[in-house]
């Protein structure tokens, strides 16, 4: 599950690289449907969610492009990926 996610985010990422952001959006989108408890492990020494990445990284920064693969982000009163105070 893990390897999995990890390469359908790298897939996304290279799709956005080259400005074939509805390719990007569908690789994440398989992260968020499939993959979304994914871990993967950063050799500086911590773990790193694919599902944050794209929230963060794509979803909120690049809402033209983005938007629609977490659509529950932008949902009124969503606490989704919030942390808890």
Known sequence: MNDVASAYFILGQACDRKGKYPQAAR????IVNHY???QV???KGWFWSPLDAVTNDYVLRDQAHYRWVLPQVFAQGSSFGKQPL
């Open 27 to 30: 690789a994440f989108e398989q």
């Open 36 to 38: 979304s408890l994914a």
């Open 41 to 43: 492990w950063d050799p």
